[in-house]
């Protein structure tokens, strides 16, 4: 082959390698997201609460865990991140039943339990119709928890329902956002089919919001979680975790963060959108936090 038909045909070879490198992340970007859709069954034996169904609009059932607490403290309904299980929380739920707070977790659809195939839309659809089954069966305010992945569900939820408090730990500003940082050289926007765009969602969001973040997060930076609490309305806080990530992030430190702004939510309710009203746990709603949480476990 002569040298100036290889200079020819090498672009167009690179073309094609990219064209399928492209391809390739379109058709298994929901496999790559939602990592533990149908990986495995539904525990027999969860490790803490009841198993519930809850009915989604659309016609899939989901597998949730439930643990009910008093009815004058509020609920925590949680969302959690895309490689996760509902009886992954028993440190949480116990944590939270020694202060009477109960707890619900849904499995999202496709997940181990829950019918269907996952999607965002199908994710969004979950998260309202477990608050509307926990409004109807816990008789308690409702305090939404976000993780990771499950912090778009969590404000999507808390912007059309009233939630009385909203609790997003290692947000994004958006899934397209973080696809783009991390795979510069694609045209994210374009072949993205879950955005997840809490950028778009968040100014809904009037209830008090705290924010919890690793430093060392190298899965959603601390950049796009900021980025997120820059633009969130008040009231709201953040905390930010030294010393962990994003894996480590749910530490004791972290668990008593989110305990003392679910009691001090009692009785607050959703305001309008014209009142404010303190972030509980803070002297500022606008104050930022830093701690060292790197020798901390649940």
Same mark, same amino acid.
């Given at each position: 082959m002569s040298t100036t038909r290889?200079?020819?045909?090498?672009? %167009?070879?690179? #073309?094609i390698a990219y064209m399928a490198i492209v391809a390739l992340v379109y058709f298994s970007q929901r496999s790559l997201l939602y990592p533990e859709a149908g990986a495995t069954p539904a525990p027999d034996h969860p490790s803490w609460g009841e198993s519930v169904h809850v009915k989604t609009p659309d016609?899939?059932? @989901?597998? #949730? %865990?439930?643990?009910q607490g008093n009815s004058d403290k509020p609920c925590v309904l949680l969302f959690f991140g895309n490689g996760d299980r509902v009886d992954n929380y028993a440190f949480? #739920?116990?944590?939270?039943?020694?202060?009477?707070i109960g707890l619900l977790a849904i499995s999202y659809r496709g997940y181990p339990g829950s019918t269907g195939s996952p999607s965002e839309q199908g994710l969004l659809t979950d998260g309202i119709a477990a608050f509307d089954w926990l409004s109807a069966h816990a008789g308690s305010e409702i305090v939404v928890l976000g993780r990771s992945l499950g912090t778009g569900v969590a404000v999507n939820t808390a912007a059309n329902r009233p939630a009385v408090g909203v609790i997003l730990v290692s947000p994004y500003l958006s899934v397209l956002s973080v696809a783009q940082a991390r795979f510069p050289y694609l045209p994210a926007e374009i072949l993205l089919k879950d955005p997840f765009r809490?950028? @778009?969602?968040?100014? !809904?969001?009037?209830?008090? !919001? @705290?924010?919890?973040?690793?430093? %060392?997060?190298?899965?959603?930076? @601390?950049?796009s979680g900021q980025a997120l609490y820059e633009i969130a309305p008040e009231p709201k806080r953040m905390v930010i975790y030294d010393g962990v990530g994003h894996n480590d992030i749910f530490s004791g430190s972290l668990v008593a963060d989110v305990i003392r702004f679910v009691e001090a939510l009692k009785g607050n309710g959703p305001r309008s959108r014209h009142e404010r009203e303190p972030v509980p746990g803070g002297t500022r709603s606008d104050g930022e936090d830093h701690r060292d949480d790197s020798a901390s476990n649940p």
């Amino acid at each position: 082959m002569s040298t100036t038909r290889y200079l020819l045909i090498l672009p %167009l070879m690179a #073309a094609i390698a990219y064209m399928a490198i492209v391809a390739l992340v379109y058709f298994s970007q929901r496999s790559l997201l939602y990592p533990e859709a149908g990986a495995t069954p539904a525990p027999d034996h969860p490790s803490w609460g009841e198993s519930v169904h809850v009915k989604t609009p659309d016609g899939e059932m @989901l597998l #949730a %865990l439930y643990s009910q607490g008093n009815s004058d403290k509020p609920c925590v309904l949680l969302f959690f991140g895309n490689g996760d299980r509902v009886d992954n929380y028993a440190f949480l #739920a116990q944590a939270l039943a020694t202060h009477r707070i109960g707890l619900l977790a849904i499995s999202y659809r496709g997940y181990p339990g829950s019918t269907g195939s996952p999607s965002e839309q199908g994710l969004l659809t979950d998260g309202i119709a477990a608050f509307d089954w926990l409004s109807a069966h816990a008789g308690s305010e409702i305090v939404v928890l976000g993780r990771s992945l499950g912090t778009g569900v969590a404000v999507n939820t808390a912007a059309n329902r009233p939630a009385v408090g909203v609790i997003l730990v290692s947000p994004y500003l958006s899934v397209l956002s973080v696809a783009q940082a991390r795979f510069p050289y694609l045209p994210a926007e374009i072949l993205l089919k879950d955005p997840f765009r809490s950028d @778009l969602n968040i100014g !809904k969001v009037r209830q008090p !919001k @705290l924010f919890l973040h690793g430093r %060392l997060d190298d899965s959603i930076p @601390l950049s796009s979680g900021q980025a997120l609490y820059e633009i969130a309305p008040e009231p709201k806080r953040m905390v930010i975790y030294d010393g962990v990530g994003h894996n480590d992030i749910f530490s004791g430190s972290l668990v008593a963060d989110v305990i003392r702004f679910v009691e001090a939510l009692k009785g607050n309710g959703p305001r309008s959108r014209h009142e404010r009203e303190p972030v509980p746990g803070g002297t500022r709603s606008d104050g930022e936090d830093h701690r060292d949480d790197s020798a901390s476990n649940p």
